[in-house]
């Protein structure tokens, strides 16, 4: 039972994590990178659950390739909770910079609003003057027209159109997206994956072809007692 619940908490469940963030990282082959998650899983499970009835030198051999493939998935679990962050991060980031937009584009409407209302504002006063100019006599239009004054302020663009959109735009347009940052972190997972199979199925192998059961426990491989009892 011991071996159980520690088996769970550290092939299982990190595996079931794997595999639940292969199908953000691979959607194309979630099926097949989970796959190799079980293959990794059962072997691992084979390994801790056999290596009490084998040998002393195969007992020492499962303990050591069980350290070496929680160790590729202690390195793989870790990177896909990296990966996820980074992704809600980018998400984050997206979401923050299309409601930026959007106020931006709310100001700038707003100020081409108010110029044109403040054009309009001046030609209706134009035209009242020149309905006004026209009642008077022809010798008193020219003393009548107002004279422009000079002016030394100089001419300011909208603040909603210079400095508070394009400053915080261009700082959020250098956030990554999230497929930018599943793409950033596939080639690191597809190496951790094939690392992690490769480190399994080849210790299962190995140890295929050198396992000795010894059930009862008499540090003797239950092969050579086999052997040496009909010669007795």
């Known amino acids: ?42 072997i691992a499970a084979v390994f801790t659950w056999q290596s009490g009835e ?30 996820a962050r980074e992704v809600s991060a980018a998400r984050q980031g997206v979401t923050e910079r299309h409601s930026e937009e959007d106020r931006d584009d709310r100001r700038k409407s707003a100020d081409t609003d108010r110029q044109l209302a403040l054009k309009k504002a001046e030609a209706d006063l134009q035209e009242a003057e020149r309905r006004r100019l026209r009642l008077l006599p022809r010798s008193e239009r ?49 190496a951790l994956a094939f690392a992690e199979t490769f480190a399994s199925v080849l210790a299962g192998a190995i140890l295929f072809g050198m396992w000795e059961w010894d059930r009862n426990r008499d540090s003797i491989p239950d092969h050579l007692q086999a052997g040496a009892a009909p010669g007795k």
């Not at 469940?13 to 990794?40: C, E, H, K, R």
Request: with cysteine; aromatic share 10%.
């Open 1 to 42: 039972m011991r071996k159980l619940i520690l088996f769970c908490f550290t092939v299982l469940i990190p595996a079931v994590i794997v595999g639940i963030s292969n199908f953000t990282v691979f959607p194309d082959a979630a099926w097949l990178a989970t796959l190799m998650l079980a293959v990794t899983a059962g």
């Open 54 to 83: 084998a040998t002393r030198k195969i007992a020492r051999y499962c303990i050591c390739a069980d350290f070496v493939i929680c160790a590729i998935l202690c390195v793989n679990l870790g990177c896909h909770w990296l990966l």
């Open 142 to 190: 020219r003393s009548a027209m107002p004279t422009p004054e000079p002016t030394n302020a100089p001419i300011m663009a909208p603040m909603s159109l210079v400095a508070a959109g394009t400053v915080s735009i261009s700082t959020l347009t250098l956030r990554l997206t999230p497929d930018q940052v599943r793409e950033s972190w596939w080639y690191k997972l597809t």
